[in-house]
């Protein structure tokens, strides 16, 4: 086989054993990912890579965090930042936008002018939308 693809036998079979090497050592840090998220299982790649590092270098294995990530990657097991903020306005569209009529109105009694708004509310459903008018 070595020969067919222009390598040394020595070659081929080095490269056979650092493979094997290779995969032992994925398969040992996956083992630590997996103990770590256990106790915090939203634990990040950075913040996992400071926790495992002590161990990793008890155990003489060198991983960097650019390589946890590639193997966290490689089994699907980044973490998704959570999304923190949903846009409740736009206010660049092409629709009419109508002025605001009441910006230098003094009120001096109750139902002179009313006001309205929209706001959105999360649920376990998703998003709601809650409508006010208020006088």
Known sequence: VAKVLGYSRQYFYKHCKEQEQRIAQELKVKQLVDTERKVLSRLGGRKLHHQIR???????IRFGRDKLFTLLRKHGMLILPKRRYVQTTMSKHWLRKYPNLVKDLVVNRPDEVWVSDITYLKTDEGNCYLNMVTD
């Open 54 to 60: 002590d161990s990793l270098q008890a155990q003489k």
